[in-house]
């Protein structure tokens, strides 16, 4: 008998993998068990023949961190339900995608539990539980009985090469394993499916209702592990493996719980979290719905104009909620702020929970001074202290001229003064009309500025109602394009 002992070192495969990949993302990983004989499917053990026994092959999958280890086993190992790498079917990677590019599988089914598995991308598979239940909308005195999602979950996958044939391993959820055998792919399940060790996995059409329901469920911001990395040449996503998952890198990378945004040359592109590339003629830029409680919404410019991107379709609209505080008009109410004036002092008085608190700014040298929209409330301060009124601003008017400062509560808590934002040389000063606070309209010499991403006026024209995050502008030579209220970049209008 002889002993044998084979390390895997899944750092220099990567390495190697990354280098000779044309196109990362259609990549897939791939390890190499080296030469494994019997695969007993039932507990998930590797054997290699030597001599005339059978030698234990023990692979422990950690991240970056491969090894195998070598025991002698006793002859013809008693193993429930052996596969000899023989008799797997040899199907490369590439072609092992194919079959689930139009199929999902059926791991288990009973009059009460369905498990389906279906590629999610690249990176991951996806689980899909459904309970036959009561369907509660059906109001008929028979009742009726549907599928009913009951939960979605998702596993890591990679290849291993098992002698010169491939098998697939999950590393997160069941089945463990997928072994191509015959015309069939088998898989090694779990004690989740009511004991059932293995089973063959039936095909049936993958829908475009099966990829909405993994589009819904899985959030790849939050549940999958991707990662942005900095390099020399730029920005890149890495998958778990640590192996680049888009074709290239890029000046800069969004991820969203349904999509990704790259930028390169200023140039955007939008994958969705399959990484298929949604197609905009002209797409001059494209942002997260980060503003709104619709965080799975894209909005973009294309063609000059504004667009929305849900799920993978594009529209010229789209349903959006708004945040709550876009539906609270301000007022003074049991919680708020006020304004008053005595002789050459200023006063700010906060009203929270029936008290009454008040600041005194002393001998202001300015003519007023104003809250949003030049009035002297500001309701729905439901907070314990005065940091809302220091990122929103105060309106500051001497000598018919007007700036922005911010408010600084002094030590004593007794006390206020002001911390000047824009200096006190427009002609006026009005709040933008939407629910951001902070951002005011600066108007001097019949021309506009946007405060807080300028501080100059530098716009003939500009819109007072934004379109999602955009925000429509002339500019003084005539040309017209599109302010992005969220970083302050301006894309002008291309030729078409």
């Known amino acids: ?85 023989r008799n797997i079917k040899k199907i490369e990677p590439k072609e092992f995608e194919k079959l689930f590019d139009t199929k999902k599988y059926i791991v288990y089914k009973d009059k009460d539990t369905r498990i389906e598995l279906m590629k999610f991308n690249k990176d991951y598979f996806a689980i899909c539980k459904y309970q036959f239940e009561e369907d509660l909308r059906n109001e008929s005195d028979r009742p009726k009985r549907i599928w009913k999602l009951s939960d979605v979950s998702h596993s890591a996958y990679y290849y291993m090469k098992v002698g010169d044939k491939y098998i697939i391993e999950l590393l997160d959820e069941d089945p463990n394993y997928i072994v191509p055998q015959g015309n069939e792919l088998v898989a090694l399940t779990g004690a989740d499916y009511y004991s059932r060790k293995t089973s063959n996995l039936k095909p049936e059409k993958l829908t475009d209702k099966d990829k909405e329901t993994l589009l819904a469920n899985i959030n790849i911001r939050e549940k999958l592990n991707y990662k942005i990395k900095r390099t020399d040449e730029g920005y890149t996503l890495l998958n778990k493996f640590n192996a680049r998952v888009l074709p290239q890198t890029y000046d800069s990378i969004q991820i969203g719980t349904q999509h990704i945004i790259t930028e390169k040359n200023g140039r955007a592109t ?26 799975n919404i894209v909005e973009g410019i294309a063609n000059n104009e504004h667009i929305w991107i849900v799920g993978q379709n594009l529209k010229k609209d789209a349903t959006i909620i708004p945040w709550e505080r876009d539906l609270i008009p301000p007022g003074l109410s049991l919680s708020g702020y006020q304004l008053t004036r005595d002789k050459g002092d200023y006063q700010l008085i906060r009203f929270a929970n029936q008290d009454i608190t008040k600041l005194t700014i002393k001998n202001v040298s300015i003519d007023k001074l104003y809250f949003i929209g030049k009035d002297s409330i500001w309701g729905g301060a439901d907070f314990e202290d005065y940091s809302e009124l220091i990122t929103e601003g105060l309106i500051v008017e001497k000598d018919g001229k007007y700036g922005l400062s911010t408010i600084i509560v002094n030590k004593d808590n007794k006390t206020f003064s002001l911390k000047e934002r824009v200096p006190v040389i427009f002609d006026n000063i009005e709040t933008y009309p939407s629910h951001e606070g902070g951002e005011h309209l600066l108007y001097k010499d019949n021309l506009i500025g946007f405060y807080p991403k300028t501080t100059d006026a530098r716009y003939l024209k500009l819109d007072k109602h934004k379109t999602g995050n955009f925000i429509r502008f002339t500019l003084p030579s005539g040309q017209k394009g599109w302010l992005n209220a969220e970083d302050g970049r301006e894309y002008l209008d291309i030729e078409k």
């Open 270 to 295: 939008v994958f969705t979290t399959f990484f298929d590339t949604i197609v905009v003629n002209n797409l001059q830029a494209a942002y997260l719905n980060i503003h709104t409680f619709s965080p």
């Open 1 to 85: 008998m002889k002993n044998k002992t084979m390390k895997i070192n899944l750092n220099a495969i990567l390495l190697f993998f990354l280098i000779i990949s044309v196109r990362p993302a259609m990549a897939q990983i791939v390890v190499d068990a080296g030469p494994v004989d019997l695969f007993d499917l039932d507990n998930g053990k590797f054997y290699y023949k030597s001599d005339d026994t059978y030698d234990l092959l023990e692979i422990t999958f950690k991240l970056n961190d491969e090894k195998a280890e070598g025991y002698e086993w006793e002859e013809n190992p008693e193993t429930t339900f052996p596969i000899y790498t």
